[in-house]
């Protein structure tokens, strides 16, 4: 079965950075977009960044340009967010998501989250 497994969560200082991972198994990956999606407490989740299939095409939200960087690695199975400059305001559990590029409501799949604290 399809699994997504984030990991490199933890608790860093506001202005540190930190990279999250996340491995998919039981899919193609290569066929499928990959999401990066966070959600705080008491708030709705929301996405952070995006890329396509391929990898060629990013897009983030306004709160994070310039300072998270997504990327896919089609021959490990892998998605990275790169978190530089970090704010407490960053402070979330962080879930991927995988959608197929051409059945993206019957192909989508979440991993189980990792959390990520910005504190001093």
């Known amino acids: 079965q399809v699994q997504l497994v984030e990991s490199g969560g933890g608790l860093v200082q506001p202005g540190g950075s930190v990279r999250l991972s996340c491995a998919a198994s039981g899919l193609t990956f290569v066929n499928y977009a990959m999401s990066w999606h966070r959600q705080a407490p008491g708030k709705e989740r929301e996405l952070v960044a995006s890329?396509?299939?391929?990898?060629?095409?990013?897009n983030y939200a306004d709160s994070v340009k310039g300072r998270f960087t997504v990327s896919k690695d089609n021959a490990k199975n892998t998605v990275y967010l790169q978190m530089n400059s970090l704010k407490p305001e960053d402070t979330a559990v962080y879930y991927c998501?995988?959608?197929?590029?051409?059945?993206?409501?019957?192909?989508?799949?979440w991993g189980q989250g990792t959390q990520v604290t910005v504190s001093s």
């Open positions: 890329i396509s299939s391929a990898g060629g095409i990013t």
């Open positions: 998501n995988a959608r197929h590029k051409y059945s993206p409501q019957i192909n989508n799949y």
